[in-house]
């Protein structure tokens, strides 16, 4: 795990939220943005060679009735089956945080998923270190992972071909890393929803990304009552990735690759077939009202044109998500809310490569930096206003944009609560909530009433709720700039 970096003697240790393994910044050096996607790459490759050996032996203890991966792994959340923590989760994050250190250093800012006490509490197994080790070289030697490693390089080739030579001061980025998304997914043996991100942040803005599934050829799920799930055997690693470049993709810095076909010939079958929304597994069951609220917003769009309105496709895990919507098996996406930020940065930075776009549910961008919770007032990474994914075709297949879908589902009382949390809104006041207008000017995300209250006040409880009327907004345009010195 990710551990703090020697501090000089009588030097205070920084303070450090759960979830997050932060290191002071070095010197002012620039890093090529396209070699640390090459070395992420490499590096979730290796994460997927550990979560497979991990996967390989439970399915031998299993056949040998030598207890069940459920008993092994523990819940973050008791009260949160979506938490679950397992030998997988930590060993892949060891191995893709050691590639990093190894190549940047401490300068570079990383943020990962699990913590030391995670760690702790999963515990070393029964097999030693050195037994594990072999575990993951026997399955670096399999056909399955060769054939993988092959098509990882062609793909960075593709890559380092037609890609910019981007460089960006260490300061100014952040790495974003899920080591394993779906971990609930691993657990229960719907491998396909499987998936380890690295995501790259550039000044809070995702810029490049990678989806490594250790488990690209599983079948769709199946109820293990009826049937027993997909093998480690019968599946091999895929890896997508995407770079939109510091420029953005409008000025020619995009590329993505490793989807199952020419992202052209994807759209074409995103378009044929119509239009699908990608919900979590348990089809809304216990979804919080603005979630709830969302995806009606998005039925009632997608019925607006006719056509037999909008099919629900049940798919697990945020990365799993993206991919079915770049996949062109859907048009949109919902994430539940407590996704965090190593679910967005990745996907995000993918998607717009495609041609897609993430934001939250009210429609502002999300800032991919630790200083945007600080900023906001938020005590975690958690993407508390939602995401919103749609697909490049999805404007098409829909009859309305992604901007204008936001502004449908802003309108909805359940989701303007999202920024309203615990205020009583005054009886009159009423309408579109104006969600860009009122928030934190540096971070970009809108304000709660105790964070409010905490502004002006200097103390919570003073604001009992407030109200920016969309009808009586008025904005106006301001130019930032900013600049290094060397």
């Known amino acids: 795990?990710?551990?703090?970096?020697?501090?000089?003697?009588?030097?205070?240790?920084?303070?450090?939220?759960?979830?997050?393994?932060?290191?002071?910044?070095?010197?002012?050096?620039?890093?090529?943005?396209?070699?640390?996607?090459?070395?992420?790459?490499r590096?979730?490759?290796?994460?997927?060679?550990?979560?497979?050996?991990?996967?390989?032996?439970?399915?031998?203890?299993?056949k040998q009735?030598?207890?069940?991966?459920?008993?092994?792994?523990?819940?973050?959340?008791?009260?949160?089956?979506?938490?679950?923590?397992?030998?997988?989760?930590?060993?892949?994050?060891?191995?893709?945080?050691?590639?990093?250190?190894?190549?940047?250093?401490?300068?570079?800012?990383?943020?990962?998923?699990?913590?030391?006490?995670?760690?702790?509490?999963?515990?070393?197994?029964?097999?030693?270190?050195?037994?594990?080790?072999?575990?993951?070289?026997?399955?670096?030697?399999?056909?399955?992972?060769?054939?993988?490693?092959?098509?990882?390089?062609?793909?960075?080739?593709?890559?380092?071909?037609?890609?910019?030579?981007?460089?960006?001061?260490?300061?100014?980025?952040?790495?974003?890393?899920?080591?394993?998304?779906?971990?609930?997914?691993?657990?229960?043996?719907?491998?396909?929803?499987?998936?380890?991100?690295?995501?790259?942040?550039?000044?809070?803005?995702?810029?490049?990304?990678?989806l490594a599934s250790p488990f690209a050829a599983a079948a769709a799920v199946v109820a293990p009552s009826t049937s027993q799930p997909p093998t480690t055997a019968a599946t091999r690693p895929r890896i997508v990735l995407g770079i939109v470049g510091l420029g953005g993709v409008s000025r020619g810095g995009g590329f993505v690759g490793g989807l199952c076909g020419r992202n052209d010939a994807l759209q074409k079958k995103a378009k044929a077939g119509g239009r699908v929304l990608a919900v979590s597994a348990d089809r809304g069951e216990g979804t919080p009202a603005a979630l709830r609220a969302a995806r009606q917003a998005i039925e009632e769009a997608g019925g607006d044109g006719g056509g037999g309105g909008v099919r629900l496709l049940a798919v697990g895990a945020c990365g799993r998500k993206v991919l079915t919507v770049l996949q062109g098996e859907a048009g949109a996406c919902l994430f539940n809310l407590k996704s965090s930020l190593w679910d967005s940065c990745a996907t995000e930075a993918v998607l717009a490569a495609a041609g897609g776009k993430m934001t939250t549910l009210l429609g502002f961008p999300i800032e991919h930096s630790e200083e945007a919770a600080e900023l906001g007032g938020g005590s975690s990474?958690?993407?508390?206003?939602?995401?919103?994914?749609?697909?490049?075709?999805?404007?098409?297949?829909?009859?309305?944009?992604?901007?204008?879908?936001?502004?449908?589902?802003?309108?909805r009382p359940e989701v303007q609560a999202l920024?309203?949390?615990?205020?009583?809104?005054?009886?009159?006041?009423?309408?579109?909530?104006?969600?860009?207008?009122?928030?934190?000017?540096?971070?970009?995300?809108?304000?709660?009433?105790?964070?409010?209250?905490?502004?002006?006040?200097?103390?919570?409880?003073?604001?009992?709720?407030y109200w920016a009327s969309e009808q009586d907004a008025v904005r106006y345009k301001v130019w930032t700039f900013a600049f290094y010195v060397s």
């Open 43 to 62: 590096l979730a490759l290796d994460a997927c060679c550990v979560v497979r050996s991990v996967q390989r032996r439970r399915e031998r203890e299993r």
């Open 419 to 465: 920024v309203s949390t615990g205020a009583r809104i005054s009886r009159g006041m009423g309408g579109a909530l104006a969600s860009d207008v009122v928030r934190w000017a540096l971070s970009g995300q809108p304000f709660t009433v105790e964070e409010l209250s905490q502004a002006v006040f200097g103390q919570p409880g003073r604001v009992r709720g």
């Open 65 to 210: 009735g030598q207890g069940s991966f459920e008993a092994s792994a523990v819940l973050k959340d008791p009260r949160d089956p979506r938490s679950y923590l397992t030998e997988a989760d930590t060993r892949a994050q060891a191995v893709i945080l050691a590639g990093l250190r190894a190549r940047y250093g401490a300068a570079l800012r990383i943020v990962a998923e699990e913590d030391e006490a995670d760690e702790q509490a999963v515990g070393e197994k029964k097999k030693s270190v050195e037994e594990k080790d072999e575990e993951v070289q026997e399955e670096r030697d399999t056909a399955e992972f060769c054939e993988a490693t092959e098509a990882t390089e062609r793909l960075l080739e593709q890559l380092v071909a037609s890609s910019g030579a981007d460089s960006a001061h260490v300061s100014d980025l952040c790495v974003f890393v899920d080591p394993v998304d779906g971990t609930r997914e691993l657990v229960e043996g719907r491998l396909h929803n499987v998936t380890c991100m690295i995501g790259v942040a550039h000044r809070g803005r995702a810029v490049a990304g990678v």
């Open 1 to 41: 795990m990710e551990r703090s970096a020697p501090k000089e003697e009588g030097e205070q240790p920084a303070k450090r939220r759960k979830g997050v393994s932060k290191y002071e910044v070095g010197p002012s050096i620039r890093v090529s943005v396209q070699e640390l996607v090459c070395l992420s790459a």
């Open 381 to 411: 990474l958690c993407n508390r206003f939602g995401c919103l994914v749609t697909g490049p075709v999805f404007e098409e297949s829909f009859g309305l944009s992604h901007a204008e879908l936001c502004r449908r589902i802003a309108a």
